[in-house]
Each structure stands twice: as structure tokens, then as C-alpha cells.
């Protein structure tokens, strides 16, 4: 059993930057691939970065691709997301899951472990 804790959400200007920080419980973090997905208002879930268990691997959606960067500390059980430049549109829920896996992995319904999410608001 894996529990995941978001936190580093809040109010931010166009523009800016915040930095999402997941916490995950457990001895074997690094075998877990850690994606990171969001959740707008009155939208679907989205998939928004993914990294591998050794940090070697990423994979961002198009939306975020040169503005978002997912990484890693396997020291510290702890996936993070560098979002710069951000805009109103990246106003969210965002979530962190993980999955005992090595291929890349994109859609929610394959993660096993999901945090309650951390909110991002950017103004305009």
C-alpha cells in the first residue's frame, strides 16, 4: 500500500510559477512509476506528466511540454512539478498516482495509488 500527499498548490499570476511537491509512503518508491495527472472545473481528469521509477524517463501532454518539468528524489520518496509560465487554463486539481511498473503509462485507470490532490489557481 502506497499513500500519496500532495502539497504547493495555491494562487498564482499568469506567468508564474509554482512547484508541486507528492510524498509517498513506503520503502520501494523507486520501482513505482509517478504520474501527474489534473482536474479542471466541469472537465474531465487529464493526464498532465509521467516520470519512471529512476527518474531517466519522462513524458509530458502537449499541453505542458516546455513549461512543465516532472522530477524526481528517490531519497526522499518524492515526485515533483516544476510549472512555469503558467496560465489561466492550467487552473486545476492536481493529482499524483503511482503504479508498481516500468512502461510508460498515460491514462489514470492504470495507476493503483492516487493522492487527494493539491489546487492551483492562476489568475488573469
Known amino acids: 500500500q502506497v499513500q500519496l500527499v500532495e502539497s504547493g498548490g495555491g494562487l498564482v499570476q499568469a506567468g508564474g510559477s509554482l512547484r508541486l511537491s507528492c510524498e509517498a509512503s513506503?520503502?520501494?518508491?523507486?520501482?513505482?512509476?509517478m504520474g501527474w495527472f489534473r482536474q479542471a472545473p466541469g472537465k474531465d481528469h487529464e493526464f498532465v506528466a509521467t516520470?519512471?521509477?529512476?527518474?531517466?524517463?519522462?513524458y509530458y501532454a502537449d499541453s505542458v511540454t516546455g513549461r512543465f518539468t516532472i522530477s524526481r528524489d528517490n531519497a526522499k520518496n518524492t515526485v515533483y512539478l516544476q510549472m512555469n509560465s503558467l496560465k489561466a487554463e492550467d487552473t486545476a486539481v492536481y493529482y499524483c498516482?503511482?503504479?508498481?511498473?516500468?512502461?510508460?503509462?498515460?491514462?489514470?485507470?492504470?495507476?493503483?495509488?492516487w493522492g487527494r490532490g493539491t489546487r492551483v489557481t492562476v489568475s488573469s
Open positions: 498516482a503511482a503504479k508498481a511498473a516500468r512502461q510508460r503509462l498515460t491514462e489514470g485507470w492504470m495507476y493503483d495509488y
Open positions: 513506503g520503502r520501494t518508491f523507486s520501482t513505482y512509476i
Open positions: 516520470i519512471s521509477g529512476t527518474g531517466g524517463s519522462t
